[in-house]
């Protein structure tokens, strides 16, 4: 079946713009995460979504980074005025819901280049 | 404060050889270790997965070895091939609510 979806794949943008970034979870996934992975770093909580619950946004580094999950399903990450330390993967992944034994699915990521 | 440490960074191992990676954790309420393998240009993907409640577990050339105690776990990859080269990332969470991972080990397995 189909997977987590993301796009687009890669982002180049100017520092300074704002940028959204979409996930499509795997259909059924009641939880979808955001992550943050720098070159050759590891992964960074960014934000969680469980069902219709309020999001856990303690990952998030900044008030420039937002994210919202319409309708329990599609997510958008924005990146306002963007920085060139925002440059990094961003990975979507979603699982069929927390408590039961359902591990990470992931996205391929969204490369995002800020110059 | 780093939830999960992970080494080595980097693992270079010969064709045929066992490579092995290891995590430590903090917070006891960790109750889900899963590894993650992931390959350039792609998201991670599930490998493996062990519960506090056993010592280890074998998929196939991989196995997990935990330690409750000493709040360790590592991955044995026995036979290691050059297919298994790619970035390894341990992982812990508290009933799925959030997933903590480790810095990663870039593995190389020389033909």
């Known amino acids: 079946g189909a997977g987590v979806s993301q796009s687009p794949s890669n982002k180049v943008t100017e520092k300074g713009k704002d940028v959204e970034l979409r996930c499509d979870p795997i259909?059924?996934?009641?939880?979808l995460y955001w992550y943050r992975q720098s070159l050759g770093q590891g992964l960074e909580f960014l934000i969680y979504?469980?069902?219709?619950?309020?999001?856990?946004k303690s990952g998030l580094p900044s008030d420039r980074f937002s994210a919202e999950r319409t309708g329990g399903s599609v997510s958008t990450l924005t990146i306002q005025r963007t920085q060139q330390e925002d440059s990094a993967v961003y990975l979507c992944?979603?699982?069929?819901?927390?408590?039961?034994?359902?591990?990470?699915?992931f996205g391929n990521g969204t490369r995002l280049t800020v110059t | 404060q780093q939830q999960v440490k992970q080494s080595p960074q980097s693992l270079i191992v010969q064709k045929g050889g066992i490579s092995i990676i290891n995590c430590a954790y903090e917070?006891?309420?960790?109750?889900?270790f899963p590894w993650y393998q992931q390959f350039p240009g792609k998201g991670p993907a599930l490998l493996i997965a062990?519960?506090?409640?056993?010592s280890e577990k074998k998929e196939g050339r991989f196995t997990i070895s935990f330690n409750k105690s000493a709040k360790q776990f590592s991955l044995h990859i026995m036979d290691s091939q050059p297919g298994d080269s790619a970035t390894y990332f341990c992982?812990?969470?508290?009933?799925?609510?959030?997933?903590?991972f480790g810095s990663g080990t870039k593995l190389n397995v020389k033909p």
């Open positions: 979504f469980q069902g219709n619950s309020a999001p856990d």
């Open positions: 062990i519960r506090p409640d056993v």
């Open positions: 992982a812990a969470s508290n009933s799925f609510n959030k997933f903590y």
């Open positions: 992944a979603s699982s069929i819901s927390a408590g039961v034994d359902s591990p990470l699915h």
């Open positions: 259909s059924g996934h009641t939880a």
């Open positions: 917070n006891t309420a960790f109750d889900y």
